[in-house]
Structures are given as structure tokens and as C-alpha cells.
């Protein structure tokens, strides 16, 4: 309707390059640019991608130079179905790859960093690094990483980035999109550094406690086996061994020579010797 397609020329803002609806033979029936409907696409890859079936998700191309928009572009389309449930033509919203390296940029991220929303493909849709897009890293560890999980980190040489990189990566749930950071050695000295320095502390921590820890493990054998010696030596010498608090109450009471006054060895301990020997 003419209300709508006054609503859909509204759509202008970074990152979009434009906005369209193509039906079933190709053809733009509704773009946000001047002079583009009418224009064939019935032979553009995120036109293709669409015909066969319906995946239920959308298509994030390659960038490349839009046939209408004359302007490298990434294209993220959706399939329209018709009410019947066959194709009857795409939604595209047309995106700008370098917003992104601006957005990074205002960011303030040094050369010591890679910033990268690649496809499942392989292929870079932007970065932080303007010659990377449209750049195919297929080959490179991400890719045999992902096929183990869907999120990870690790270090190892990039392709893009000739250098090696300490690298976190995380498919999107959303979108058919990978977003990767990778940091080189040189961004991350002063964290290694930092980092030794706290394992070598907390090395020198641990040492200290395994070794005070053996110290007195073996210091309470021996006073183990140092009272046990001492038990034995004054349990069988005929002589009394005691010893009481200031209230005159024994804390001790132990050798052979106990059993000549009537007592056993122990017997006394707690009670005073006012009671015991009030004579």
C-alpha cells in the first residue's frame, strides 16, 4: 500500500545501507533507495539461498557490492512464504561492514587487538581491521574449533592477523554469525606478568604450608612418641610422680611406687590433697 511504502522509505540509520522486499521472481517491489524498484535479483546469493526451503532462520551473505546500492554491503535476509507455505519472495536489510570498523574504532582499541563478526562460512563480515572484510579464514583454528563447541579461547596463529593471538570466540544464538576477540602477546604482557607474579606468590605460599605442615606433622610424632617413652618410663619406676594446682589439687599422679600407699596410677588426679591426706 502507499502508507507502507511511506513507512518503509523511513527506514534510514547507521548501520543500514537500505531496506527492500523482493517477491518470488526477484524483483524489488519496496526499497528505501531512489530508483530501485523494479531491479532483478533473482540471481544474488541471499535471493538463491531462500528458494529451496525454508530454514526458519536468516542469511547473513558475504559482503559484497550491492546491485542497487552500489556500495560493498553485507545482505541479511529472511524468506517470505506465501500462505500456502511456499516461497513468495525475501525481506533484505542491507548493511554497512565498515560501521562496524568505525564502531571499533571509536572504541579505542589498539593494533594489538582483532575485533572480528564472522559467518559460519568463514568469511568476514566486519572487523576492526577495514582489508580483513570479505577475507576467508575458513582454514584457520576457529573453524576446527567450533566443531567441538560453540564457545572457547585459545592461542594460536590467526590467518588474518599473521601473528598469533590469544583468542575468544562465541557462536551466536540468533544469528548465523560468529563473534571472535583475539589479543596478541603484547596486549596481554602486563596480565602474564601480573599473572606470574601472583602464581609465583601463590607457589611460594604453597611450599610455605607444606612445609610448616610436614614440620609439624613430624614434630607431633615425636612429641607422640616422646610421651608415650615418658608413660612407660614413669609407669614402671618405683617412685611417685605428682604434681598439683595452686588449690592443691592433683594434676598428676603416676608410678609404680602408688601401689605401696593404696593407690592406682591416676587415682589422685582430681581430688585435693587437704582431703586425700588430711592427717
Given at each position: 500500500?502507499?502508507?507502507?511504502?511511506?513507512?518503509?522509505?523511513?527506514?534510514?540509520?547507521?548501520?543500514?545501507?537500505?531496506?527492500?522486499?523482493?517477491?518470488?521472481?526477484?524483483?524489488?517491489?519496496?526499497?528505501?533507495?531512489?530508483?530501485?524498484?523494479?531491479?532483478?535479483?533473482?540471481?544474488?546469493?541471499?535471493?538463491?539461498?531462500?528458494?529451496?526451503?525454508?530454514?526458519?532462520?536468516?542469511?547473513?551473505?558475504?559482503?559484497?557490492?550491492?546491485?542497487?546500492?552500489?556500495?560493498?554491503?553485507?545482505?541479511?535476509?529472511?524468506?517470505?512464504n506465501a500462505a500456502d507455505g511456499g516461497f513468495d519472495g525475501i525481506a533484505i536489510i542491507t548493511m554497512d561492514p565498515f560501521y562496524f570498523t568505525k564502531f571499533y574504532h571509536d572504541m579505542d582499541f589498539t593494533d594489538q587487538y582483532i575485533i572480528r563478526m564472522l559467518g559460519q562460512d568463514g568469511i568476514i563480515r566486519a572487523s576492526n581491521v577495514a582489508a580483513e572484510i570479505g577475507r576467508d579464514m575458513a582454514g584457520a583454528e576457529l573453524y576446527r574449533r567450533m566443531n567441538d563447541a560453540a564457545a572457547g579461547f585459545y592461542h594460536a596463529p590467526e590467518l588474518a592477523a599473521?601473528?598469533?593471538?590469544?583468542?575468544?570466540?562465541?557462536?551466536?544464538?540468533?544469528?548465523?554469525?560468529?563473534?571472535?576477540?583475539?589479543?596478541?602477546?603484547?596486549?596481554?604482557?602486563?596480565?602474564?606478568?601480573?599473572?606470574?607474579?601472583?602464581?609465583?606468590?601463590?607457589?611460594?605460599?604453597?611450599?610455605?604450608?607444606?612445609?610448616?605442615?610436614?614440620?609439624?606433622?613430624?614434630?607431633?610424632?615425636?612429641?607422640?612418641?616422646?610421651?608415650?617413652?615418658?608413660?612407660?618410663?614413669?609407669?614402671?619406676?618405683?617412685?611417685?610422680?605428682?604434681?598439683?594446682?595452686?588449690?592443691?589439687?592433683?594434676?598428676?599422679?603416676?608410678?609404680?611406687?602408688?601401689?605401696?600407699?593404696?593407690?592406682?596410677?591416676?587415682?589422685?588426679?582430681?581430688?585435693?590433697?587437704?582431703?586425700?591426706?588430711?592427717?
Amino acid at each position: 500500500s502507499a502508507s507502507l511504502e511511506r513507512e518503509f522509505r523511513h527506514i534510514a540509520a547507521d548501520p543500514l545501507v537500505a531496506a527492500g522486499v523482493v517477491d518470488a521472481s526477484g524483483n524489488l517491489v519496496l526499497s528505501t533507495l531512489p530508483n530501485a524498484v523494479g531491479v532483478n535479483l533473482a540471481n544474488v546469493p541471499h535471493f538463491v539461498h531462500h528458494i529451496a526451503a525454508d530454514s526458519g532462520k536468516a542469511y547473513f551473505g558475504k559482503p559484497f557490492v550491492g546491485r542497487t546500492s552500489k556500495k560493498l554491503s553485507i545482505h541479511m535476509t529472511r524468506r517470505i512464504n506465501a500462505a500456502d507455505g511456499g516461497f513468495d519472495g525475501i525481506a533484505i536489510i542491507t548493511m554497512d561492514p565498515f560501521y562496524f570498523t568505525k564502531f571499533y574504532h571509536d572504541m579505542d582499541f589498539t593494533d594489538q587487538y582483532i575485533i572480528r563478526m564472522l559467518g559460519q562460512d568463514g568469511i568476514i563480515r566486519a572487523s576492526n581491521v577495514a582489508a580483513e572484510i570479505g577475507r576467508d579464514m575458513a582454514g584457520a583454528e576457529l573453524y576446527r574449533r567450533m566443531n567441538d563447541a560453540a564457545a572457547g579461547f585459545y592461542h594460536a596463529p590467526e590467518l588474518a592477523a599473521d601473528r598469533p593471538l590469544w583468542v575468544s570466540y562465541r557462536i551466536s544464538d540468533e544469528q548465523p554469525v560468529v563473534i571472535q576477540v583475539g589479543r596478541s602477546d603484547e596486549a596481554l604482557a602486563p596480565f602474564l606478568q601480573r599473572r606470574n607474579a601472583y602464581l609465583l606468590f601463590a607457589g611460594g605460599v604453597s611450599l610455605f604450608i607444606i612445609v610448616s605442615a610436614v614440620f609439624i606433622v613430624r614434630r607431633m610424632r615425636r612429641q607422640r612418641q616422646t610421651d608415650i617413652l615418658l608413660r612407660t618410663f614413669v609407669s614402671n619406676t618405683p617412685l611417685v610422680f605428682y604434681a598439683f594446682d595452686p588449690k592443691g589439687t592433683f594434676v598428676l599422679s603416676e608410678g609404680l611406687a602408688l601401689t605401696g600407699i593404696g593407690l592406682k596410677p591416676g587415682e589422685a588426679v582430681g581430688r585435693s590433697v587437704f582431703e586425700l591426706y588430711r592427717d
